[in-house]
T-cell receptor
């Protein structure tokens, strides 16, 4: 069975600080996908990244970066120079590679509050 | 940019009533999904749908739930006799199939269901 653990329930940081959101996953599959989604107060799910299990390269997109470590089954997300607009709930998710069937297993989310 | 659209954005209903939530997936996508998020909790997979039939469903998706693609564009979730615990945000999603790879999962903005 797949499982995603986001141990940090809530994090608060002062604006412009860097913050890392942790994600640890469990799966028996050798091929899988990892995701991060942002859920702002308005409630929609905003896609941030999708990473194939064979691609362990870290990725940077503007102020966002992701560290994928297969050895520790972790896929952590860092926001550099945080801004108030980053305040949201962030979900990590996992899906097995099942020919087009994106059945995602979500973590419980981390509520990030950026204090101005 | 193509998007998944959902209606209604919010529906209030009495316990025991039937509810239909509607979704228009992205036009060239072949896989369709419903996910649910009870307030303050994680997002949970309900069902996936491919080639006019259910591909996979979770234990949440009992006989009270059904899905349908009544025409070439809409994808619906029906709850036959709503219960208080069905109150949640329901997200529709779709993905394309790209060779042997799963495509990116696009979520709609959600339909909030309140059962009184």
């Amino acid at each position: 069975a797949q499982k995603v653990t986001q141990a940090q329930t809530e994090i608060s940081v002062v604006e412009k600080e860097d913050v890392t959101l942790d994600c640890v996953y469990e799966t028996r599959d050798t091929t899988y996908y990892l995701f991060w989604y942002k859920q702002p107060p308005s409630g929609e799910l905003v896609f941030l990244i999708r990473r194939n299990s064979f691609d362990e390269q870290n990725e940077i997109s503007g102020r966002y970066s992701w560290n994928f470590q297969k050895s520790t089954s972790s896929f952590n997300f860092t926001i550099t120079a945080s801004q108030v607009v980053d305040s949201a709930v962030y979900f990590c998710a996992l899906s097995e590679a099942n020919f087009g069937n994106e059945k995602l297993t979500f973590g419980t989310g981390t509520r990030l509050t950026i204090i101005p | 940019e193509p998007e998944v659209t959902q209606t209604p954005s919010h529906q209030v209903t009495q316990m025991g009533q039937e509810v239909i939530l509607r979704c228009v997936p992205i036009s060239n996508h072949l896989y369709f999904y419903w996910y649910r998020q009870i307030l303050g909790q994680k997002v949970e997979f309900l069902v996936s749908f491919y080639n006019n039939e259910i591909s996979e469903k979770s234990e949440i998706f009992d006989d009270q739930f059904s899905v349908e693609r009544p025409d070439g564009s809409n994808f619906t979730l029906k709850i036959r006799s709503t219960k208080l615990e069905d109150s949640a945000m329901y997200f529709c999603a779709s993905s394309e199939v790209v060779g042997l790879n799963t495509g990116e999962l696009f979520f709609g903005e959600g339909s909030r269901l309140t059962v009184l």
